[in-house]
């Protein structure tokens, strides 16, 4: 079993829904009356999207955009390329990025840098997790789930080497998962 890997629960899964809960509350009150997207980022937001579009009580849309990011399995080196762009306009759209974590911000950093020319009428950040003892450049981050430590954590979309992301709650691993192959 997958849950056998893992070292300790971090964030239960009624805490989570609890917090996706109220984060869809806020955002459908700041939203109302506008034009909202949702971007989801590629692979790890699409738990939390799911999840939190169910829990928008205003009209939306959503997309997707896949981010690959260069460096170890568990660090991120900064060199970030686009493995898929969004099929649509954003231009004077509300866009709200949706993603699992924010770790060096680097990632969100580029990804923002670029829509932000093609004109989108607001730009803001939606992350299920932050770990704010990890980044590297200044990020502001405008709808945060949990600040966590800085430790490495899986499920809930998130994944250690492509596993871990059906987990529905977020865990971190034993330390032997990361050195054994599978
Ligand atoms: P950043 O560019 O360093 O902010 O990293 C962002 C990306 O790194 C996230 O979207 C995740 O895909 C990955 N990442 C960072 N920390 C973790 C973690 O603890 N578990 C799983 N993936 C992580
Ligand atoms: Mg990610």
């Known amino acids: 079993m997958l849950t056998d890997d893992v070292a300790r629960v971090l964030i239960d899964e009624e ?8 984060l869809g509350a806020q955002v459908s009150a700041d939203y109302r009356d506008r034009d909202l997207l949702l971007l989801c980022i590629l692979k790890g937001g699409i738990v939390f ?19 690959s990011s260069y460096g170890a399995a568990t660090d991120s080196s900064g060199i970030v390329r686009i493995v898929m ?20 911000g680097n990632t969100l950093s580029y990804v923002k840098s670029i829509l932000q020319t093609r004109g989108p ?8 997790l932050n770990k704010p003892d990890r980044r590297e ?19 809930y979309g998130l994944d250690f080497a492509e596993k871990y992301r059906n987990l529905r709650f977020i865990g971190v691993l034993k330390p032997e998962m990361y050195t054994k192959p599978d």
């Open 49 to 67: 999207l799911s999840d939190l579009m169910r829990c928008i009580e205003i009209p939306h849309g959503i997309e997707f955009m896949a981010i």
């Open 15 to 22: 805490t989570i829904v609890q917090r996706v809960r109220a």
């Open 137 to 155: 450049v200044p990020l502001e981050i405008d709808y945060v789930g949990f600040d966590i430590p800085n430790e490495f954590v899986v499920g």
């Open 121 to 128: 009428r607001s730009l803001k950040i939606c992350s299920l």
């Open 85 to 104: 762009d969004l099929e649509g306009s954003i231009l004077d759209r509300d866009v709200l990025l949706v993603e699992d974590i924010v770790d060096t």
